[in-house]
């Protein structure tokens, strides 16, 4: 039991942390967040089944999983234009597509 109960709480801090990184300087999407996460650990808190603890650990490590490589934000600058703002962990991965092979010099 105290093993899953550390487990769960990592999660939340994960979570949390996550939350702070992807949507920085956004104090609406990081409000948005924090209440969902925290609303859905309350919800969950009287739990017994390590069945379902333990699906609810693995969706909530793949939730952090996401949000972490996948989400991205964006800022309206003008009535139809956006601005990416890539995290540099998140530039690191991207590496042009190139049909052709180099050529050999």
């Known amino acids: 039991k105290m093993g899953?109960?550390?487990?769960?709480?990592?999660?939340?801090?994960?979570?949390?942390?996550?939350r702070t990184?992807?949507?920085k300087d956004d104090n609406r999407a990081l409000t948005a967040a924090r209440l969902k996460i925290n609303e859905e650990f309350q919800k969950?808190?009287?739990?017994?089944?390590?069945e379902n603890i333990k699906?609810?650990?693995?969706m909530g490590?793949?939730?952090?999983?996401?949000?972490r490589e996948s989400v991205v934000q964006m800022e309206h600058v003008g009535e139809k234009?956006?601005?990416?703002?890539?995290r540099e962990?998140?530039?690191?991965?991207?590496?042009?597509?190139?049909d052709q092979p180099r050529k050999k010099s």
């Open 89 to 98: 962990d998140l530039l690191l991965e991207n590496v042009p597509f190139c």
């Open 81 to 86: 234009k956006l601005l990416l703002r890539p």
């Open 21 to 23: 990184v992807v949507f």
């Open 61 to 67: 490590t793949d939730v952090e999983t996401v949000l």
């Open 44 to 50: 969950n808190k009287n739990e017994t089944s390590d």
């Open 4 to 18: 899953t109960r550390l487990k769960v709480l990592s999660l939340f801090k994960a979570l949390h942390r996550t």
């Open 55 to 58: 699906k609810m650990i693995k």
